[in-house]
């Protein structure tokens, strides 16, 4: 019975190659599971490049170190396990060989992108939250913009009542930037603004009892009167007098104390001249200086003449009323100024008493202080202009001044400290004048042109036509108090 054939033997030669090459690729295969194999070198590129995307260190870079020492143990397991006698198992377990691994750019702050899920994540919201530099740049400019335009620009009314749209009428984005400029007013707007004035305007000339026609032609005159005001279309004479303002402002305001609170009654009003120059003397008195305003509208509603009234020097220094006494008419009380103002044809008045008359006690009224040393008669004797005396009747009665604090008048620099019933009881309700009924009469023109200039050098002559003055003024005053039926009727 034949043997069975056994397998010949292979060479040494060849038994030594085969062992080397399967202790090759087991040692490569069955790396320690402690140390990273060679061929896991890219891994370590990875770790910089997320380390140069994150600032903090990744939680989740643990479960991808532990995934790959895993799947290095399987490895080497399987190459325990595959036999080592047979040539095709030799060829199995053999790695196969790698492409080149070439490393990727350098990482970048923004270019780096994260492999892992989670660094993905981080990194993304890193990148969200970190806007733009040309959105930066163009939020800085537009704040710089902003800052420094501060002014709106009122469109043309004209321009934009053309428009069909309003809002499409307004200029674009102004300034560097593009940034948008505030809204700007609208037709709608002006319109209702306007509304508002006229209606204003409407109720304030009802009050001061204008209705009709005449309500409607001062309240365009008060229109037109704002336009030349915004526009700067108005004239000041050599005094400082606005005619315009006082004709739409001031003596209006005046007109329902004038009526209504005081009820003037005007007499000799026949005496007063339509045109040329003349001098207007009268009584000065009340506490406060209400009798010169209620004078001047008074002229100036019965014959629509102007009186440029001389006033003392502590009304021109003082701050807003010198400026309002200026624009009213009113100048200094100094020969030159009245000189000038009679050689223009102008109508002026005076008040010789001067704050000896307004501030005396309640206990001298309607009895004329001393009238100074006679200054407006040597300017209306050098002007040749009539010499008007004029009577006025309640202004005692609107402040009865029933104590004067000289001391404490000289601390305040004024001529004056008035103690009335009210003030400073009631405080500034205390200011508030009394309704007293008020008399003004005119009295016949005392001629000074046949006395010539040269007559202003006389002191006699002068004198003379001072004391006949004073004496006429008083005379009338008493006849006025005897017909006068109440203080207040």
Known sequence: ??????????????????????????????????????????????????????????TTAKPSTTAKKSTAS???????????????????ATPAK????????????????????????????????????????AEAEARRTDAERRLRAVPDIAEVADSPDPVAAE?????????????????????????????LLRAAG???????????????????????RVTGDYDLDAFGFDQEFTEEVWLPLLRPIYRHWFRVEVRGVEHLPAEGAALVVANHSGTVPVDGL????????????????????????????????RKAGSTLAANPDAERLLSTDQLTTVFPEGFKGVGKGFAERY???????????????RTGAPIIPCSIVGAEEIY????????????????YFPITPLFPLLGPLGLVPLPSKWLIEFGPPIETASLGASAADDPMLVFDLTDQVRETIQQTLYSLLLQRRSVFF
Do not use: W
Request: aromatic share 4%; net charge positive; glycine share 8%.
């Open 1 to 58: 019975m034949s043997q069975p054939s056994t397998p010949r033997p292979r060479s040494t030669a060849a038994a030594k190659k085969t062992a080397a090459t399967t202790s090759s690729g087991t040692s490569s295969s069955s790396a320690p599971a402690g140390k990273k194999p060679a061929a896991k070198k890219p891994t370590a590129k990875k770790a910089a490049t997320r380390k140069a995307t994150t600032t903090k260190p990744s």
């Open 74 to 92: 399987k490895k080497s397991s399987s190459a325990k396990k595959a036999p080592s006698t047979t040539k095709a198992s030799t060829r199995t």
């Open 98 to 137: 790698k492409a080149p691994v070439t490393s990727p750019p350098a990482a970048t702050e923004e270019t780096a992108v994260p492999t892992q899920p989670a660094e993905l994540g981080a990194a993304s919201r890193a990148v969200r939250q970190r806007p733009p530099r040309s959105r930066v740049r």
């Open 171 to 199: 200029p674009g984005p102004v300034g560097a930037g593009g940034a948008s400029s505030p809204s700007l007013l609208s037709v709608t707007g002006v319109e209702q603004g306007v509304s508002a004035l006229v209606g």
């Open 206 to 228: 009802r009050t001061a009892g204008l209705e009709g026609e005449e309500l409607e032609r001062r309240v365009a005159r008060t229109l037109a009167y704002l336009r030349r």
């Open 294 to 325: 209620m004078l001047q509208f008074a002229i100036h509603d019965e014959i629509g003449r102007h009186t440029r009234m001389l006033g003392a020097d502590l009304v021109f220094s003082s701050p807003f009323i010198g400026e309002l006494a």
């Open 367 to 381: 009895r004329l202080q001393r009238f100074g040393r006679g200054g407006f008669v040597t300017a209306a004797v």
């Open 400 to 415: 009865p001044m029933i104590a004067n604090v000289k001391s404490l008048a000289r601390v305040l620099g004024f001529p």
